[in-house]
């Protein structure tokens, strides 16, 4: 007997049907799975007649084949496992066939029967087009953001005695991720700091990368966490795209709300590059890069994070997109994120104050040489970062809240997007000239910085797009002003002091 069950797969981001068609038959006793498989798929065989067997159903000693369609598509991970033993009971007659159709099934089994969760539930819900899903009950609340009804399961012996009626399909449950309210560290609590919070609301405003140079214990980390809060909310299809690609990651749990607030990663420096970037050989998934999607990617101690890895992130970083290829497949993650990294002047760190940096020439040398020019590049914004002193630590809090940051923030952005339909980072070389004119003067002073030395040619066309999100942040009109102007030159410091 042949019964069709409706499931999915998971493939970068983005979830595709797969019907799973399970034929029991006469023969020599036997389980066979096709349709390009990968091993823990394939594993699914051991899983599904233990699980089954723990739930009080005899293994059927005839012949079983079991095809994922379509057959082209590589299917990943263990997902299909509760699919697969519906059919099973489908096709022997345990469960009525013509029920099927409503249903589709997610889920990896335990050998006791136990519906495990799984990863990238949410985008393969999405990818299902049956009227009902039934997930794992660790993955219920990300599937609460479908629009079908969920039935979030334990056990197998649950979804049996569901299908045969002799219990009712448990509630989803209640959160929605609208109830729940946005956090925002408060940019107050940071005493002194003005340049730093300064260059917080210009790399906000324009999605400008940041890096910030200075001694161990001068805020950096602090600062850099109280970027998110500046940035505008998510959108409701954003928050799902975000939600999504934490799915795929397996970040998702059952006591994890879906992600409202802009997202913040901060890796460790022994990272490695696929960590870092996505992909991985046995079963790919989205590196931090893409869990930092529409919200902020923190490295920390820039310097020490492995070569390999720090250059993997320069294409991403351009593209916004991450592409990793397999032999059966593509898989692309979005990676559209605000890069902030922190680093000291030199291996010891206090570089800035006189006479106290006990670094020989050489190791400083050394340890600039670590951060690759074109990584450096990729900074518009390059300040350095004192520890406070001693009256600032004391003085009453000052400047302006993450509210109302975030409020101005949100109005330059309106501005850049209605001009140029992006944020002013994505401004291209050619479109300089009709979004940031410069008057006369302005114009000589970058050739004589340009002749200088003091910035790179690329570094003129940065420094342009920066003048614009200063005066798209004071309300400004089509023109940048000198002022604007070198403020944007003053906050592309070479940090180390060498070339630009
Ligand atoms: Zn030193």
Redesign the pocket.
């Known amino acids: 007997m042949l019964a069709i069950v409706r499931s999915a797969t998971v493939n970068g981001v983005r979830g595709h049907p797969v019907d799973v068609e399970v034929h029991v038959g006469s023969g020599l006793p036997g389980f066979t799975i096709v349709g390009l498989p990968d091993a823990s798929c394939r594993e699914a065989r051991d899983r599904v007649r233990a699980a089954l067997m723990s739930s009080g159903h005899d293994w059927p000693q005839r012949r079983i084949t079991v095809n994922l369609a379509p057959s082209d598509l590589k299917k990943t991970g263990p997902s299909l496992d509760l699919a697969i033993a519906v059919g099973i009971l489908g096709a022997i007659d345990t469960i009525d066939r013509s029920l099927l159709d409503e249903f589709g099934f997610l889920g990896e089994l335990g050998l006791d029967g136990t519906v495990r969760p799984i990863r990238g539930a949410l985008p393969m819900g999405d990818a299902i087009k049956t009227p009902s899903v039934v997930a794992p009950h660790d993955n219920g609340l990300e599937m609460t953001l479908l629009d079908r009804s969920v039935f979030p399961v334990t056990t197998l012996a649950e979804v049996i005695d569901c299908l045969s009626g002799k219990q009712a399909w448990p509630d989803p449950p209640e959160v929605m991720p609208s109830t729940v309210r946005r956090i925002r560290p408060e940019l107050q609590d940071i005493r002194g700091q003005k340049l730093a919070k300064l260059a917080l609301a210009i790399s906000a405003a324009g999605g400008h990368h940041l890096l910030m140079v200075g001694p161990p214990g001068a805020g950096k980390t602090m600062l850099a966490r109280r970027l998110p809060a500046l940035l505008p909310d998510l959108t409701e299809s954003e928050a799902l795209e975000v939600t999504r690609i934490h799915s795929a990651a397996g970040e998702l749990t059952a006591a994890k709300v879906p992600l409202i607030d802009p997202p913040f990663r901060a890796p460790h420096h022994s990272a490695s590059a696929v960590s870092l970037i996505g992909g991985g050989a046995a079963s790919m998934r989205p590196g931090e890069i893409s869990l930092a999607h529409r919200g902020v990617l923190f490295l920390d101690e820039l310097g020490e994070f492995t070569p390999s890895a720090l250059d993997g992130l320069r294409q991403p970083l351009e593209e916004r997109v991450v592409r990793v290829t397999r032999a059966h497949s593509t898989a692309k993650y979005p990676a559209s994120v605000q890069l902030v990294a922190s680093m000291?002047?030199?291996?010891?760190?206090?570089?800035g104050a006189p006479g106290?940096?006990?670094?020989s020439d050489a190791?400083?040398a050394r340890y600039h040489r670590r951060v690759s020019g074109p990584l450096l590049d990729r900074f518009d914004l390059r300040i350095g970062v004192q520890r406070p002193i001693a009256s600032e630590l004391f003085a009453e809090p000052f400047g302006e809240t993450s509210a109302e940051v975030a409020e101005r923030v949100a109005e330059a952005r309106s501005r850049a997007i209605a001009r140029s339909g992006h944020i002013n980072a994505m401004i291209k070389p050619l479109d300089l000239d009709s979004i940031v004119p410069l008057t006369d003067s302005a114009r000589s002073i970058l050739e004589t910085a340009l002749s200088q030395g003091r910035l790179s040619a690329r570094g003129v066309g940065r420094v342009r797009c920066v003048s614009r999100t200063i005066a798209d942040l004071e309300g400004g009109g089509d023109e940048v002003t000198v002022e604007q102007l070198c403020l944007a030159m003053s906050l592309r410091v070479d940090p180390f002091g060498f070339g630009q």
């Open positions: 000291n002047p030199c291996p010891c760190g206090e570089s106290a940096c006990r670094c190791a400083r």
